[in-house]
């Protein structure tokens, strides 16, 4: 599985901000995407990251992150 959160963050410049969202060409589900916030968990625990706003669906399932890059 790959770690949407930290593609993502290697991207960026520090101060940038953008969204993850799954991407279906790559193979995401929106239940395997469920595992990229976890990872931009751990990103923001070690002060790499913020996670200014989580956006979920209905049925509770986030389908999509907004971050920005800290470090």
């Given at each position: ?31 395997s ?12 625990d ?26």
């Amino acid at each position: 599985m790959r770690d949407i959160a930290r593609e993502v963050y290697k991207k960026m410049k520090v101060g940038s901000v953008a969204w993850i969202r799954p991407v279906a060409a790559k193979g995401d589900t929106l239940e395997s995407f469920q595992a990229a916030h976890d990872s931009a968990r751990l990103l923001e625990d070690e002060g790499l990251i913020d996670i200014e706003k989580v956006q979920r669906q209905a049925d509770g399932l986030i389908d999509a992150i907004r971050i920005q890059r800290l470090a």
